[in-house]
Structure formats: structure tokens, C-alpha cells
């Protein structure tokens, strides 16, 4: 990967991490740039109820392989999960920063890209939607 997609990941990691403090608005930025770029790896789970015009997203999990990354919405704090998943049972959950969670998606994200044409498309789709 070239320098130019390196300093994309880096403004677009920074951006995230600057409104990381408004809860809503943090998962509602990642749920449409993960929709956007990795459909078939993403799951949003949304709030709705009978009553409710709000669909407020309570969280977002990621799949790659046997690791999954899922952010909750715990009220008015985040929680930012590591798992390690064999044959669809989750051996041991990580409570980890945000930061490191966001840092561990994108390299994820690297890491695929360097594998595939198909990877590096839903890279360029992540990094400009």
C-alpha cells in the first residue's frame, strides 16, 4: 500500500477518533461507511420499537476471519469489544480502547487489501464513502 493510502487511513482514523465523544453521531459515521464498504462483514443493530421514529444505532460488528470487533452503545459511554471466534463460538472477548479498536479494524482492513482486487475495492469504498 502506498503512502497516499496510509495518510488516508490516518485522517480518516483521526476524524473518527475527534468525535468519538458523541456516541450517536460516531456509530452512525462508521455503521454508513462499513454498510457502504463491507456488507457482507458488517452487522448494525438498530433501536426501533413500535412508537419509536427513533433508529438510533446501538451497535456495529465487524467480521474478519476468526476475530470480530463489535462497538456498543452503553448508554452514554462506548464499548469497544475484541472477539476470537472458531466455527461460530466466541472463545474469549477483549475489552479493549477505542482506539486500539479502530487501529486493529483499519489494519485489518491493510492487511486484507494486500490479499485481494476485492479487498482493495472495499478499502477505496471504506476510505471515501
Known amino acids: ?63 474478519f476471519d476468526n476475530l470480530h470487533y463489535a462497538l456498543k452503545s452503553k448508554g452514554s459511554r462506548l464499548e469497544s469489544l475484541r472477539q476470537k471466534v472458531v466455527h461460530d463460538v466466541v472463545l474469549k472477548t477483549d475489552h479493549i480502547s477505542f482506539d486500539d479498536w479502530i487501529s486493529e479494524v483499519l489494519e485489518q482492513l491493510i492487511q486484507e487489501s494486500r490479499q485481494s482486487a476485492h479487498a482493495r475495492d472495499m478499502l477505496d469504498r471504506f476510505l471515501t464513502s
Open 1 to 63: 500500500m502506498d503512502n497516499g493510502d496510509g495518510m488516508s487511513f490516518e485522517m480518516l482514523a483521526a476524524g473518527i477518533r475527534d468525535i468519538r465523544h458523541d456516541i450517536p453521531l460516531l456509530l452512525s459515521v462508521l455503521a454508513k461507511k462499513f454498510e457502504a464498504a463491507l456488507p457482507e462483514r458488517v452487522q448494525v443493530s438498530r433501536r426501533s420499537g413500535l412508537f419509536s421514529s427513533d433508529n438510533a444505532i446501538t451497535s456495529i460488528t465487524l467480521q
